[in-house]
């Protein structure tokens, strides 16, 4: 398949977050949608993420957007006719509360979900356990659980969106870098690419951690940075953990995947800021220790191995969303801080609203 000479709109990146945006514009009728992805499908943080989904946020924003994202995965094999199954496993979220200030955050966090249509609740350890029987209960004071939280499979995912995408004729280019992009009189003229020039006024900038550079290259300065995030995988065990535990003072996140591995991971804010995704000693003693911590029955769980992907960060923790006042056709979807998976319908939703210049269906404005 030669690249088009122009296109209406280039989407850079095929990570979970281009491929649904060229799907949710593609579904709203634009045609000549071009997705443009230097390597595979879901090679970035996609492919390397964790895909817990949680509905489970302190902040008003952050419940809207993952609730808008729970209501779409829930329909996500019929809603994209995919074939095989984004296996969303809504088996809940366990989020544990290491001290009193914590529970406090968490009992006003609940208050707020719950007046959303969140079906979280606060428990005690006692009834925490009665949900995960191997967790500690010494080890906390309080939890939240919200049985519709889950996780999915992020390949499947992203392959039902590109798959529906190009039902609908959005023509994705893998293994085709952008190496350039055309700015006259502040307007995107066309996008260079390893192969060949397509002519446009849109570019939707989905790079993950790449969107720094390829903001730079319309002159943009896209105030991300990147980090290393690990997880590690055991060998497969008996069902012994139903939702995803999770805590953030612990710092961990622990799930068991449908084949019985368990999956966890944990966040080192003194990693340095760059692209490295090799795998540390670091990690590995820490993470175990705080699981053994808190699921005793793990300590013998044989690790399978490790890997490394990295988050795509702002100084906020919080996505940008949305087009770049000082160059008219760039479009923003990025610096997703970790939870850019789950956000992604949501952010295919907002990004179409905003290049069709419909009504937001959430108010995103300050995120911009
Ligand atoms: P990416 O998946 O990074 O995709 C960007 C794409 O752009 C890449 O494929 C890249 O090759 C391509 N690209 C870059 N430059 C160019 C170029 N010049 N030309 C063409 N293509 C280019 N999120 C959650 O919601 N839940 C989780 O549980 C979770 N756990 C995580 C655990 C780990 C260890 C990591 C690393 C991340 C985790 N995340 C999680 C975050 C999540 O993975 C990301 O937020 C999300 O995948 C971002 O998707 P994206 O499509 O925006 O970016």
Not at 24 to 31: E, I, P, S, T, Y
Not at 122 to 131: G, M
Request: aromatic share 8%.
């Amino acid at each position: 398949m030669n690249l088009p000479k122009s296109a209406s709109v280039v989407i850079v990146g095929g990570g979970i977050s281009g491929c649904a945006i060229a799907w949710n514009l593609a579904n709203r009728g634009v045609k000549d949608i071009v997705v443009l992805e230097k390597d595979t499908l879901a090679n970035g943080s996609t492919g390397r993420c964790g895909a817990g989904i949680r509905m489970q946020w302190g902040a008003e924003k952050n419940c809207r957007l993952a609730q808008f994202s729970v209501n779409f995965f829930e329909n996500a094999n019929d809603i994209l006719a995919y074939e095989r199954d984004i296996e969303f496993e809504q088996s809940g979220y366990l989020i544990i509360a290491a001290n009193e200030a914590e529970a406090q955050q968490f009992r006003k966090n609940v208050a707020l979900q719950n007046s959303l249509g969140i079906p979280s609740v606060f428990l005690s350890p006692e009834e925490a356990t009665a949900i995960v029987p191997y967790i500690n209960a010494t080890q906390f004071v309080a939890a939240t659980f919200c049985q519709k939280d889950g996780h999915l499979n992020p390949f499947h995912t992203t392959d039902a969106f590109a798959i529906a995408a190009e039902r609908l004729g959005v023509r994705i280019f893998k293994h085709t870098e952008v190496t350039g992009i055309e700015v006259k009189n502040n307007r995107i003229e066309s996008v260079d690419t390893t192969g060949g020039r397509i002519a446009t006024h849109i570019v939707v900038n989905a790079a993950g951690g790449w969107s720094k550079a390829i903001g730079k290259m319309a002159g943009v300065d896209v105030p991300v940075y990147v980090q290393r995030h690990q997880i590690l995988v055991t060998e497969p065990l008996e069902p012994i953990l139903g939702p995803m535990v999770m805590g953030f003072s612990y710092n961990i996140y622990i799930q068991q995947v449908p084949h019985g591995s368990i999956i966890m991971g944990r966040s080192d804010h003194t990693e340095p800021r760059d692209f490295r995704t090799t795998s540390g000693w670091k990690f590995i003693e820490e993470m175990t220790k705080t699981c053994g911590t808190l699921l005793p029955y793990l300590r013998t769980a044989k690790i399978l191995r490790q890997w490394a992907g990295h988050y795509c960060m702002t100084e906020d923790a919080q996505p940008i969303y949305g087009p770049v006042p000082e160059v008219e056709g760039m479009y923003l979807a990025c610096g997703f801080s970790g939870h850019g998976f789950m956000l992604a319908p949501a952010t295919a939703e907002l990004i179409s609203e905003m290049i069709l210049g419909e009504p937001l269906t959430i108010d995103v404005s300050d995120l911009d």
